[in-house]
């Protein structure tokens, strides 16, 4: 059974900075992980991904620049940093693990974390 465990979500003000986190409990490798995001009232979203073979990376368009995803040398774990946050940036913000690729990077994905909150003040 495969386990996600998001953290360090919050209340930060406009402009602001915040790290997530996401640990994978499992003893096989995977594709890549992801981040997508779900605001009150609006579907989730994709948000960046990394791919574990030459640790590529992939961004939605609003947060390049702003939002840099990377993962460590034993792929089981990725983080989120987030600069120059903005209010429409609150959401939570949930983890995922694509074990096989299949529609990369906003496809299916297999395992998922409960999610963390991540609130932007105006």
């Known amino acids: 059974q495969v386990h996600l465990v998001e953290s360090g979500g919050g209340l930060v003000q406009t402009g602001g900075s915040l790290k997530l986190s996401c640990v994978a409990s499992?003893?096989?490798?995977?594709?890549?992980m992801a981040w997508f995001r779900q605001a009150p009232g609006k579907e989730r979203e994709f948000v960046a991904a990394?791919?574990?073979?030459?640790?590529?990376?992939y961004y939605r368009d609003s947060v390049k620049g702003r939002f840099t995803i990377s993962g460590d040398n034993a792929k089981t774990t990725v983080y989120l940093q987030m600069n120059s946050l903005k209010p429409e940036d609150t959401a939570i913000y949930y983890c995922a693990d694509s074990k096989w690729g299949t529609g990369w990077p906003r496809g299916e994905y297999d395992y998922w974390g409960q999610g963390t909150q991540v609130t932007v003040s105006s």
């Open positions: 499992r003893a096989f490798g995977t594709y890549g």
């Open positions: 990394i791919r574990w073979s030459g640790f590529n990376t």
